[in-house]
């Protein structure tokens, strides 16, 4: 990027910190076909169920999760490329929720999207001029000095050569197939950019480079992200505030530091405890650490568990969680601003219980057998 290269955000001052996204509410089913007649509807598939979230101006919101547990959707809902079933959805100050395609056409160039996979999002009959350039054209933008001129800039911006400005996206490699859909999502100077695991498809030496890339871009350009990921360090790294979802619900909410160092809900432990990590004594050995296995598999969204979603995979469930929904509150002890979704939390600390917990009683039989 050199001296000369004119950044977006530069043009337009914004107040950091205030609400820029604000999620009520937000619910998506997905109808279930079965039965006689084939199209009668069976059942409904609850993969987005009643989530509230909020995002301030430039800054870069995590959400984490399972594969399946509906972070994806989420993010295809407040980019509007699907229609909620219910809730709203607010940017700055207005409801989008239920907005037609002429009421969303200002706000289209707002809100913008990075795909996961690098190789299906980007059009393989078109040059990179002509992906970046698009939605310039379709929103009738025309920048100083030419839109050819914008997307050079684009590209230096991003880390490719301007001059590849004429190349097709099958002469790039993953990681840079990205920079180029990273390029286009700034094309047209968005406030926010839902970026929906834009590193899980790229091997791991290039996931760096990338998640920099975006870093470099959230800080100097003043953009607000929505980081949809299940890998929970890129996240840490890139996130200043982190939610948790599970099962189409958020159970926990905080920022970097309480979630990492002193998650409450028994799922959030249980997801940090799968990190992969080498931890050192000074005499160089390995030191143990909690290890949570869970029993089971995720339950079916189509019909989830009554009252708290995890309570059937929890060491620490009660009769009370299979009636009760915990609300997404402050705990006692807990900062402001850290939420949690539990009757039942657990001690503020990673490192509060000094067993491993092993829910899955043929890895305990395994283990068992193994040390006989």
Same mark, same amino acid.
């Given at each position: 990027?050199?001296?000369?290269?004119?950044?977006?955000?530069?043009?337009?001052?914004?107040?950091?910190?205030e609400?820029?996204?604000?999620?009520?509410?937000?619910?998506?089913?997905?109808?279930?076909k079965?039965?006689?007649?084939?199209?009668?509807?069976?059942?409904?598939?609850? $993969?987005?169920?009643?989530?509230?979230?909020?995002?301030?101006?430039?800054?870069?919101?995590?959400?984490?999760?399972?594969?399946?547990?509906?972070?994806?959707?989420? =993010?295809?809902?407040?980019?509007?490329?699907?229609?909620p079933?219910?809730?709203?959805?607010a940017?700055?100050?207005?409801?989008?929720?239920?907005?037609?395609?002429?009421?969303?056409?200002?706000?289209?160039?707002?809100?913008?999207?990075?795909?996961?996979?690098?190789?299906?999002?980007?059009?393989?009959?078109?040059?990179v001029?002509?992906?970046?350039?698009?939605?310039?054209?379709?929103?009738?933008?025309t920048?100083?000095?030419?839109?050819?001129?914008?997307v050079?800039?684009?590209?230096?911006?991003?880390?490719?050569n301007?001059?590849?400005?004429?190349?097709?996206?099958?002469?790039?490699?993953?990681?840079?197939r990205?920079?180029?859909?990273?390029?286009?999502?700034?094309?047209?100077?968005?406030?926010?950019?839902?970026?929906?695991?834009?590193?899980? $498809?790229?091997?791991?030496?290039?996931?760096?480079?990338?998640?920099?890339?975006?870093?470099?871009?959230?800080?100097?350009?003043?953009? !607000?992200?929505?980081?949809? $990921?299940?890998?929970?360090?890129?996240?840490?790294?890139?996130?200043?505030?982190?939610a948790?979802?599970?099962?189409g619900?958020?159970?926990?909410?905080?920022?970097?530091?309480?979630?990492?160092?002193?998650?409450?809900?028994?799922?959030?432990h !249980?997801?940090?405890? !799968?990190?992969p990590?080498?931890?050192?004594?000074?005499?160089?050995?390995?030191?143990?650490?909690?290890?949570?296995?869970?029993?089971?598999?995720?339950?079916?969204?189509?019909?989830?568990?009554?009252?708290?979603?995890?309570?059937?995979?929890?060491?620490?469930?009660?009769?009370?969680?299979?009636?009760?929904?915990?609300?997404?509150?402050?705990?006692?002890?807990?900062?402001? =601003?850290?939420?949690?979704?539990?009757?039942?939390?657990?001690?503020?600390?990673?490192?509060?219980?000094?067993?491993?917990?092993?829910?899955?009683?043929?890895?305990? $039989?395994?283990?068992?057998?193994?040390?006989?």
């Open positions: 990027m050199t001296e000369d290269t004119v950044l977006p955000a530069q043009r337009e001052q914004v107040t950091v910190g609400p820029l996204l604000e999620v009520s509410g937000l619910t998506k089913y997905f109808p279930v079965g039965g006689f007649p084939i199209k009668r509807t069976v059942g409904h598939v609850q $993969a987005v169920d009643g989530i509230d979230l909020t995002v301030r101006v430039g800054e870069s919101f995590g959400l984490v999760g399972e594969s399946g547990c509906g972070k994806s959707t989420t =993010g295809r809902l407040i980019t509007r490329l699907l229609e079933t219910s809730g709203s959805i940017y700055r100050g207005k409801d989008i929720s239920r907005a037609t395609r002429r009421q969303l056409a200002p706000i289209r160039s707002e809100i913008q999207m990075i795909f996961q996979d690098p190789y299906s999002s980007l059009n393989p009959r078109q040059t001029g002509k992906i970046i350039s698009g939605p310039m054209e379709i929103n009738g933008i920048p100083e000095g030419g839109r050819e001129k914008r050079r800039e684009l590209l230096e911006i991003v880390g490719l301007p001059e590849h400005f004429n190349r097709f996206p099958h002469e790039f490699s993953g990681g840079q990205q920079r180029i859909g990273v390029a286009r999502a700034l094309a047209l100077e968005p406030k926010l950019i839902v970026a929906d695991e834009p590193v899980s $498809a790229l091997d791991v030496s290039i996931q760096a480079q990338v998640v920099n890339l975006l870093q470099k871009v959230q800080k100097e350009l003043g953009i !607000a992200f929505l980081f949809i $990921a299940h890998d929970l360090a890129v996240v840490r790294h890139f996130s200043q505030r982190v948790v979802m599970y099962l619900k958020i159970i926990e909410v905080g920022d970097r530091e309480a979630i990492y160092n002193r998650p409450r809900h028994p799922y959030t !249980a997801l940090l405890s !799968a990190v990590e080498v931890n050192l004594t000074d005499d160089g050995e390995s030191a143990g650490r909690e290890r949570i296995r869970l029993a089971g598999d995720v339950p079916s969204p189509i019909s989830p568990p009554s009252g708290c979603r995890f309570r059937t995979r929890c060491w620490k469930a009660q009769d009370k969680c299979a009636t009760e929904e915990p609300p997404l509150v402050r705990i006692s002890g807990n900062q402001e =601003g850290h939420l949690t979704a539990c009757h039942f939390p657990e001690e503020p600390t990673t490192e509060a219980r000094d067993e491993d917990i092993v829910l899955d009683p043929a890895l305990v $039989a395994l283990e068992e057998g193994a040390g006989e």
